[in-house]
């Protein structure tokens, strides 16, 4: 199964420009015979947005329902921001064929550094697995994918394939740092791992791109380029010795997780 | 080296891009800074679009306007000398002529930053910053003079860095071997300015700053006068790299609580 991962550079809170942007790339993924097509977190809205947020909610939405009709005849992901009872999220959505079909809001928002998302989003609260035309899914939204519990969790609910998309913003040693992540969750979880960063330049921080998918085997199926835009066309093979030899999948516990988890915790408290 | 020049270009590229100018005004020193962020800009932009100006005053040293030249020309940068000389004596003549050096060389300062920005209006172009992280954590420039600039591709990088930046980016010889200096008055040096080294600086600085090292333990390692010196300059400095403070009245006080990017609309 081919599939596209887009790692473009949208307009910091111009979404009418971004819109055209992502339409662009799923013409041209249809046209290459791609399945699916994967783009970076806040890849509608950009995103270093600040009070930008609230003021982009209503226009986030309509575009939403027409990348909804865009999804005919392929299957997509991107980021966005999202309203939910008067709530601002970082989500990623999931469209196939004329149809929302899973929304993920971002559980873990990096406030800390440069970062300061929790200042305009509330967190989402659960990993969800859904059918994607890859199989058994879950989506992680970047810092999600530091907390190896997130991948844990979505992989223990059945994920076969993790997809984490990002606006990872440059600075030394990030590259190795997620190169790190990704091969860790695919090999210790013998999942997929599809990772799709973002390009440009915004406010003077500059994102490394670096957009890259490995198998459940824990190999590098193939990357894309650092610190500029470019689609990444792949071939996904269907590798199921690796999941049948995991560890993880035959022989991983979690009523023992969940039990000692609970002790922990209470011990703590 | 190769990744630190490419995101520069990119970012100069990109931001100077959104404000739909596409010229860079450069002051050109004679200096280490300026030069690598003469050839930075001539990369992002093309030597076309890149406007240097140098602007010595009477006791400015023959070498530094010898290598201000010498830089323009290496990138083929457009090069204007303008001199100062006369504007900042009639201030002093007139208005105090026992000032000392200090306000002498910021007002000299002032006076560069003055004509780069009408420069830049003339030619539609943006003032390019020229001082490094070294010399903005020490507080070493003029407020509203050298530090002042639109955007500034070297201000995350310490001296110690700018000088690999430099050879990597084939900046001559002579502007890279010579001793760093304001040039405000005759045989002016940084390093005897500060009374370290720039490697000394550095050194502490990346302890101090990128691995947060506390105080104590950087007095275990380094000079205990060394390191109040240089924490002093840097807090006794932090105003200088701050918007000047509003008095908060409304609920929505701007940059505490109107917050919104810098590329807002571009």
């Known amino acids: 199964m081919k599939i596209a991962l887009a790692q473009v550079y949208p307009t910091l809170g111009n979404l009418a420009a971004n819109y055209a942007l992502l339409e662009k790339e799923i013409l041209a993924a249809r046209q290459n015979g791609a399945r699916l097509i994967i783009f970076p977190e806040l890849a509608l809205t950009g995103y270093l947005l600040k009070d930008q947020v609230y003021d982009l909610l209503p226009l986030a939405r309509e575009y939403l329902a027409k990348l909804t009709e865009l999804s005919k005849g392929i299957n997509l992901l991107f980021g966005s921001i999202e309203e939910q009872n008067s709530r601002a999220y970082n989500a990623a959505f999931y469209l196939s064929d004329g149809e929302l079909i899973h929304t993920h809001r971002k559980v873990y928002l990096p406030t800390y550094g440069m970062f300061d998302e929790k200042r305009y989003f509330s ?16 989506i992680l939204i970047c810092e999600d994918a530091w907390h190896f519990s997130s991948a844990y969790l979505a992989a223990s609910a059945g994920a076969e394939n993790v997809v984490i998309i990002s606006s990872s913003p440059y600075r030394a040693g990030i590259a190795k740092q997620w190169q790190n992540i990704n091969r860790s969750i695919a090999e210790n979880l013998a999942v997929n791992v599809f990772y799709c960063n973002r390009a440009g330049v915004e406010d003077g921080v500059t994102f490394w791109g670096g957009s890259a998918v490995y ?47 609970s002790r922990i915790w209470q011990s703590v408290l | ?53 140098c602007l010595p005053y009477k006791t400015s040293h023959p070498a530094s306007e010898a290598h201000a030249r010498l830089c323009a020309e290496t990138f083929g940068a457009h090069y204007q000398v303008i001199e100062i000389t006369k504007q900042i004596d009639a201030y002093f003549d007139a208005v105090d ?25 003339k030619l539609g172009g943006l003032v390019i910053g020229t001082s490094n992280k070294t010399e903005l954590l020490l507080g070493y420039g003029t407020q509203h003079g050298d530090m002042a600039s639109a955007l500034n591709p070297i201000g995350d990088l310490y001296k110690t860095q700018i000088f690999e930046l430099a050879k990597y980016l084939k900046i001559p010889e002579p502007i890279i071997n010579k001793a760093p200096s304001a040039d405000l008055w005759d045989g002016q040096s940084d390093e005897t300015d500060l009374g370290y080294t720039y490697a000394r600086i550095d050194e502490l600085l990346a302890e101090l700053i990128e691995q947060r090292v506390s ?34 009245l409304s609920a929505r006080t701007i940059d505490r609580e109107f917050r919104y990017p810098r590329d807002w609309g571009v």
């Open chain 1, 123 to 138: 967190a989402g609260s659960q990993f969800q697995t859904f059918a994607s035309v890859l199989g058994p899914t879950a």
């Open chain 2, 97 to 121: 002529p026992a000032a000392s050096a200090l306000r002498r060389g910021n007002k000299m300062a002032r006076e560069r930053m003055t004509i780069l920005y009408d420069h830049s209006a």
């Open chain 2, 215 to 248: 105080e104590r333990a950087l007095k275990a390692k380094f000079e205990p006068v060394f390191v109040n010196k240089i924490i002093a300059l840097v807090k006794k400095s932090q105003f200088k790299r701050r918007l000047p403070l509003i008095a908060k």
């Open chain 1, 215 to 261: 198998t459940n085997d824990g190999e590098l199926l193939g990357g894309a380029a650092e610190l500029k835009s470019e689609t990444l066309f792949l071939d996904l093979p269907e590798n199921r010795e690796a999941r049948q030899q995991s560890v993880f999948v035959r022989d991983e516990r979690p009523e023992v997780v969940l039990k000692e988890l």
């Open chain 2, 1 to 53: 080296m190769e990744k630190t020049a490419l995101i520069l270009t990119d970012f100069l590229r990109e931001e100077q891009g959104k404000t739909g100018l596409n010229k860079a005004v450069i002051g050109l020193s004679g200096g280490i800074d300026s030069a690598v962020v003469c050839a930075l800009c001539v990369r992002a932009l093309g030597a076309e679009n890149v406007h240097t100006f």
